[in-house]
């Protein structure tokens, strides 16, 4: 499962947010992704990849800037 699919999945059952709104360039915020909410998505990324995320790492903003964030901790992922 990719980073996206991961994202997706998660919002649908925690949020209910409509899967088609759930692209790379849609804000965070205007999904309704409060700070509770994506800590909870980061925890289930490093749960799912067996990575730890560090805490100073920079808020995402966007879809596609959550999908960078993980993808540069994933194991087995160019740097």
């Given at each position: 499962?990719?980073?996206?699919?991961?994202?997706?999945?998660?919002?649908?059952?925690?949020?209910?947010?409509?899967?088609?709104?759930?692209?790379?360039?849609?804000?965070?915020?205007?999904?309704?992704?409060?700070?509770?909410?994506?800590?909870?998505?980061?925890?289930?990324?490093e749960e799912r990849w067996?990575?730890s995320i560090p805490n100073?790492?920079?808020?995402p903003d966007t879809v596609?800037?959550?999908?960078?964030?993980?993808?540069?901790?994933?194991?087995?992922?160019?740097?």
């Open positions: 499962m990719d980073a996206l699919e991961l994202i997706r999945q998660f919002l649908t059952e925690h949020t209910h947010t409509d899967p088609a709104l759930l692209t790379p360039d849609a804000r965070l915020a205007d999904l309704g992704i409060d700070s509770f909410t994506l800590l909870e998505l980061i925890f289930a990324f067996q990575v100073d790492t920079e808020t596609r800037d959550l999908i960078t964030l993980v993808e540069r901790f994933r194991p087995n992922q160019p740097a």
